[in-house]
């Protein structure tokens, strides 16, 4: 049995989840709606409050998507309650962030500003100018996002310049030493 996919669901208040004909999962809460497709063998259920997952048969295929469906519909139940944001920081001399309406421009070190439109969903804070907030209620498009951000200047072992995420930790290297 999958460790996590036999954890039951908590719904708080607030939270509803509808699954339809073709198991596809709605979950509607204060801060918006997500909905996902789940795979058939999946038996998808709720009662008193108590959201389960269970598999309808022993298939290695069925087991692996256990604890994946149930992690992916905890996911969307976070997400429409509380919602989800990733931190970077932009470290380098000259580098900068700022938003202009709902773009984020980012100056780090080429030879134009590189400018980034907010999708559906997702938005953009600037609390300083070498901090960036990605913010939205699904945890998989804050996530893209975020490693989209810091694609476009990765930090570099030699000085830490660069964009990275604020809990990461750049590995330096020693410069040449020569003669």
């Known amino acids: 049995m999958s460790r996590i996919g036999k954890l039951p669901i908590t719904v708080p208040a607030g939270v509803t ?13 204060p801060k918006g709606q ?4 789940i795979s058939k063998n999946m ?7 108590v959201f389960t997952v269970k598999r309808s048969s ?24 509380e919602g989800y944001q990733k931190s970077l920081e932009v470290a380098g001399v000259g580098f900068k962030a700022a938003k202009q ?9 080429y030879s134009h500003p590189v400018e980034i439109a907010e999708p559906a969903g997702i938005s953009f804070e600037v609390p300083a100018p070498n901090k960036i907030t990605v913010k939205g209620i699904s945890k998989q498009l804050v996530g893209q996002m975020a ?11 030699y000085k830490g310049k660069g964009i990275k995420y604020e ?5 330096r290297k020693e410069g040449k030493t020569g003669k």
């Open 147 to 157: 490693a989209d951000i810091r694609a476009v200047r990765k930090p570099e072992p």
């Open 34 to 37: 997500l909905s996902e497709k």
């Open 17 to 29: 989840i509808t699954v339809a004909n073709d198991n596809t999962v709605t979950v509607k809460g």
């Open 101 to 109: 309406g709902n773009k984020l421009v980012l100056n780090v070190g």
């Open 43 to 49: 038996i998808l259920g709720e009662e008193n409050g």
């Open 167 to 171: 809990t990461e930790v750049v590995r």
């Open 58 to 81: 022993d298939t290695k295929e069925n087991r692996s998507l256990h604890g994946l469906t149930r992690s992916l519909i905890n996911n969307m139940v976070v997400g429409v309650t």
